[in-house]
């Protein structure tokens, strides 16, 4: 298995990662986005996502992770990795493992003060995979949100 960045050729396939991701979280019906917007986002004038992929020997893409930067007023710049998809069929080989290494590894080249993500509290293996980098896990913290509808809407 290699792990690299990944480039506007692996858009398709991480697209299809983050629809299987949406289903197995229940939620297949609400991803909206899209290449042409991903590549914007990625690859444009003002980039805000960076990626990683997970191909195996024949270059077929299994597993992704993506992140952008935030900022702390408390802590300064920091790493948000966003997801980490696995495709099914793979998951429990290490692939997880390698695509989180990685991205550990880009917060500490990037100089970031740390690094952050979400997992649903129902999602035990990955709960179980987060407590062996003796991650902490914030009890305190409410998440908000407001939709793009409620932004229109204001």
């Given at each position: 298995?290699?792990v690299?960045?990944g480039e506007?050729?692996?858009l ?5 990662l983050?629809?299987?991701l949406?289903?197995?979280e ?5 991803v909206?986005t899209?290449t042409?917007q ?10 805000v996502?960076g990626f990683?992929v997970?191909e195996?020997t024949?270059g077929k893409?299994q ?8 900022y ?5 710049k ?14 429990g080989?290490?692939?997880g493992?390698?695509?989180f290494d990685a991205?550990i590894l880009k ?6 003060k740390?690094?952050?993500?979400q997992v649903l509290?129902?999602n035990?293996?990955?709960i ?5 980098y003796?991650?902490d896990f914030?009890e305190e ?6 939709s793009a509808?409620?932004l229109?809407?204001?």
């Open positions: 298995m290699n690299r960045t506007r050729k692996d398709p396939a991480v697209l299809e983050i629809r299987e949406a289903i197995y229940n939620a297949g019906h609400e909206e899209d042409e991903m590549e914007k986002d990625c690859f444009g004038e003002s980039p996502f990683f997970a195996d024949s893409i597993g992704t992770a993506i992140y952008y930067y935030r702390s007023t408390w802590k300064g920091r790493l948000y990795l966003e997801d980490i998809v696995v495709t099914e069929e793979q998951r080989k290490g692939i493992k390698l695509l991205t917060a500490k080249q990037e100089n970031c740390g690094m952050n993500w509290d129902w035990e293996p990955a179980g995979f987060y407590k062996k003796q991650a914030d913290w409410i998440n908000c949100s407001l509808e409620q229109r809407d204001f």
